[in-house]
């Protein structure tokens, strides 16, 4: 199937997650909820993506994205969940998040050790910070998208 054209806008809010131990891992991911998730076009295949992000009508940091299947529903729904690059002082759940996917970095993975799952998303979050620095993607730091009157849910403009 074709790949849709990015970058993608996204906006919807954070529920709870599955308690995977993202948090204790020190990668906490922030879950949109089922109705964002149902929402999401199927031609923007799993994996793990890279973007900007904004909580509320807060600032704008870089996130990885991972998109993937989520095994509570036995793996026929999808998840979507942001690890935004920034250390936040409290936990944002029934916040709206705002998102701009702007490039792929990798399929999804198993990994046989929890180390190996650390360190590749770690490597994630490096290529993430590089790939924002180019011009072209600074640029949708800026856009109009994260500036919308908060609480407005707007896929894709
Ligand atoms: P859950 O299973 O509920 O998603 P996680 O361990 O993945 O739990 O933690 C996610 C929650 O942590 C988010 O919903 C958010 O409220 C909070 N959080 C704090 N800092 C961040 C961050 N940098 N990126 C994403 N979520 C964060
Ligand atoms: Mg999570």
């Known amino acids: 199937a074709a790949m849709r054209p990015l970058p993608y806008f996204c906006r919807g809010e954070v529920v709870k997650g599955f308690g ?11 879950n949109f909820s089922e109705q964002v998730v149902e ?5 923007i295949s799993t994996g793990i993506y890279y973007g900007w992000a904004c909580v509320g009508n807060g600032d704008v940091h870089k996130m990885v994205l991972s998109i993937g299947w989520n095994p509570f ?21 029934g916040e709206i998040l705002s998102i701009v996917i702007v490039g792929y970095i990798r399929p999804e993975k198993n990994f ?26 600074l640029k949708l730091k800026e856009d109009n998208f994260f500036h919308l009157p908060e609480g407005k849910i707007v896929n894709n403009h």
């Open 112 to 137: 046989d050790s929890l180390e190996a799952l650390i360190s590749a998303i770690q490597e994630d979050i490096e290529e993430a910070k590089s790939q924002l620095d180019l011009p072209e993607h």
């Open 20 to 30: 995977r131990g993202s948090k204790e891992l020190g990668i906490p991911t922030a």
């Open 73 to 93: 529903y036995k793996n026929i729904k999808k998840s979507v969940e942001t690890h935004i690059i920034h250390t936040f002082k409290e936990d944002f759940y």
């Open 39 to 43: 929402s999401f076009p199927s031609d």
